[in-house]
């Protein structure tokens, strides 16, 4: 089951992950939630300090900050500073802070850049946490290993 899981998990996060660059490069829709000290630089004069690593790094990261990914950042990164960030539990924001903490050993020159790798990852990671929790108290529950895979299948289909 938990090898299943991993594929599963695997598969369904490439072809989310495909999904949204093919539409955000598609101009079938715009995004208009972003904010503007996450969206990735686009002209010379902005990237000429970032590495080529960097820069690509928040090009791709850039496709999902948006909606909530924005305050967990800003609550991650300033704490809860207004009426509008308590609304988001603090423990996924600190845990955010935390290893971000670890990637600015790197030196990005982006402050931004390790909170929103340390989001990507930490979401990822938790899903897959999740998915593997989800299918084994179904394969418990139910004794059928096709019930707890359907399971992982069909909470691995939310892409959030």
């Given amino acids: 089951m938990f090898k299943f899981c991993i ?22 829709i715009s995004k208009y939630d972003l904010s503007p ?21 928040l090009q791709f990261l850039n496709h999902f900050s948006s909606y909530d990914a924005i305050m967990f950042v800003d609550i991650a990164k300033e704490s809860h500073r207004n009426d509008s960030t308590f609304a988001f539990f ?20 982006n402050d931004y850049t390790p909170y929103l790798i340390s989001g990507f990852i930490l979401s990822n990671a938790l899903c897959l946490i999740n998915t593997i929790l989800v299918s084994s108290l179904i394969f418990k529950l139910t004794t059928s290993t096709l019930r707890g895979k359907l399971a992982a299948i069909l909470f691995l289909i939310n892409p959030g």
């Fill in 90 to 109: 603090p423990l996924f924001p600190y845990l955010i802070r935390g290893s971000a903490n670890l990637l600015k050993l790197f030196h990005f020159k």
């Fill in 37 to 57: 000290y996450i969206v990735a630089p686009t002209d010379n004069n902005e990237t000429k300090d970032y590495s080529l690593l960097e820069s690509k790094i």
């Fill in 7 to 28: 594929k599963s998990f695997l598969i369904t996060r490439a072809i989310y992950i495909s999904f949204i660059i093919a539409i955000f490069h598609s101009n079938f």
